[in-house]
Each structure stands twice: as C-alpha cells, then as structure tokens.
C-alpha cells in the first residue's frame, strides 16, 4: 500500500515539474519584456495580452516574443 502511494507521488510531482517547465517556456517573452522594462516601459502590457490570449499558438508566441526583444519604441 505505501509503496502503491509514493509511486503516485512521484508520478504527481513529475507532472507538476512538467507543468512548471512549460509554463516557463510559454511565458519567456512576457519575463523578456519585463526585465527589458525601462526600455519598453507600455510595451510590456502589449506583450503579455498578447502572449497570454496568443502565445499557444505557434504564430502567437513568436509574435509576442519578437515584440518584447524588438528595441523599437511603441
């Protein structure tokens, strides 16, 4: 029985590792265009709506991703 309810553990915290590196990867443009924060200043707002209503699809995110490391104003 406990040997059932650890391979069940391990197996929840694998996903949740899983889970965490995706989300990770999905929001990089939005944690670019943060860090790049006094460059961008408004452009961060832009890049978040558009990364988080967007960026699954391929399109989305690399929009997103362009905007935020693009050193053009606006």
């Known amino acids: 029985m406990i040997q059932i309810l650890t391979?069940?553990?391990q197996q929840e915290e694998?996903?949740?590792l899983f889970l965490k590196i995706i989300l990770f990867i999905y929001f990089i443009p939005s944690m670019i265009a943060?860090?790049?924060l006094?460059?961008?200043k408004f452009k961060f707002l832009i890049v978040?709506?558009?990364n988080?209503?967007?960026g699954w699809t391929v399109y989305g995110w690399w929009l997103s991703?362009?905007?935020a490391?693009?050193?053009?104003?606006g």
Do not use: E, N, Y
Request: zero cysteines; a positive charge; charged letters at 10%.
């Open 69 to 73: 490391v693009s050193s053009s104003k």
């Open 48 to 50: 978040l709506l558009v």
């Open 52 to 54: 988080v209503f967007f």
């Open 38 to 40: 006094p460059v961008l």
């Open 34 to 36: 943060l860090l790049r």
């Open 14 to 16: 694998g996903g949740a």
């Open 7 to 9: 391979v069940t553990t």
């Open 65 to 67: 991703f362009i905007k």
